[in-house]
Nanobody
């Protein structure tokens, strides 16, 4: 069992930056592929970025070049640095941990980008 707790969301003006954090407890963090997803109002949840346990990272086209996902296995934490934020980045951001058949979600943190 893995518990995920996100933090770092908030209200920011367009062009600003935020850093989200997700701290995991309860299992061996380094085994997991860690991802960030977001859900905008009225839309489906979508993948933003993933940091796989081997170090490979992948981003959605909409955030490529603006967001960076990193992880610190010693701190059981994955980060999402978000720069040049746009109003369309507004949504609830969820941390995700996957390993084989195990798939865990945090409760989310809200990001609001004002124009």
């Amino acid at each position: 069992q893995v518990q995920l707790v996100e933090s770092g969301g908030g209200l920011v003006q367009a062009g600003g930056s935020l850093r989200l954090s997700c701290t995991a407890s309860g299992s061996i963090f380094s085994l997991y592929d860690m991802g960030w997803y977001r859900q905008a109002p009225g839309k489906q949840r979508e993948l933003v970025a993933v940091n796989m346990r081997g170090g490979f990272t992948q981003y959605s086209d909409s955030v490529k070049g603006r967001f960076t996902i990193t992880r610190d296995n010693a701190k059981n934490t994955v980060y999402l640095q978000m720069n040049s934020l746009k109003p369309e980045d507004t949504g609830d951001y969820y941390c995700n941990a996957k390993y084989l058949d195990w798939n865990y979600w945090g409760e989310g943190t809200r990001v609001t980008v004002s124009s």
